[in-house]
């Protein structure tokens, strides 16, 4: 596909149990991020990995949060013993240049 | 203080009106000057991207730059139900320029 794409769309979960959220970036790029989305908060910036940089994980809010990215395209967002102030909508991005590409998201309840 | 403020709106205008979109920010190394645009349940999607200071049009679009006043604007002209959206200013350093720094949006709403 020519843009970034994010798989769950949508996932509900329960207190206490693991997700995994998966992005796919634009093919060539780079760079890929990962923000938050909650209502009235804007984009809360989580991670970001540069080529075979070490990532930027500066804005990941606790321990419960990692992220992976392997052979330098697909990233994976966990979120381990999830927490009702998890639930947001996860974005991906990605970017060769300054800009960033955002997929569509993954909205996270947690119940 | 924020280091980017942005009037989160809701901002209500009637078709064919003439849009102004604001923020301002306080970090004066600030280079990288970006406007994006949020339907509802989608991702952001890049409209603008502007380095350094000045006016950069595209279509209806226009973004403004003046960084003597820490300010920058999104001027749609000729608005549309269309362009109903959340808009977003992002911006970044030039020795950081992938760490952007968020607005938290103005909602827009053009009625017919």
């Known amino acids: 596909g020519a843009g970034v794409s994010q798989s769950p769309s949508n996932k509900v979960t329960e207190k206490g149990k693991d997700v995994e959220l998966r992005c796919d970036p634009i093919?060539?790029?780079?760079?890929l991020y990962w923000y938050r989305q909650s209502l009235g908060q804007g984009l809360e910036f989580l991670i970001y990995?540069?080529?075979?940089?070490?990532?930027?994980k500066s804005g990941l809010p606790s321990d419960r949060f990692s992220a992976e990215r392997t052979g330098g395209s697909v990233s994976t967002l966990t979120i381990q013993r999830t927490q009702q102030e998890d639930s947001a909508v996860y974005l991906c991005?990605?970017?060769?240049?300054?800009?960033?590409?955002f997929g569509p998201g993954t909205r996270l309840l947690v119940l | 203080q924020k280091e980017v403020e942005q009037d989160p709106g809701p901002l209500s205008v009637p078709e064919g009106a003439i849009v102004s979109l604001n923020c301002t920010y306080s970090?004066?190394?600030?280079?990288?000057f970006m406007w994006y645009r949020q339907y509802s349940r989608k991702g952001p999607e890049l409209l603008m991207y502007?380095?350094s200071s000045g006016n950069k049009e595209d279509g209806r679009f226009t973004a403004q730059v003046d960084k003597s006043s820490k300010y920058i604007s999104l001027f749609i002209r000729d608005s549309q139900p269309s362009d109903s959206a959340t808009y977003l200013c992002?911006?970044?350093?030039?020795?950081?320029?992938?760490?952007?720094?968020w607005g938290l949006g103005t909602s827009l709403a053009v009625n017919p």
């Open positions: 502007t380095y």
């Open positions: 093919s060539g790029h780079t760079a």
């Open positions: 992002a911006m970044a350093n030039a020795g950081n320029n992938r760490k952007l720094i």
């Open positions: 991005a990605s970017s060769l240049t300054s800009y960033p590409y």
């Open positions: 970090n004066s190394a600030f280079q990288y």
């Open positions: 990995f540069q080529g075979n940089s070490a990532p930027d």
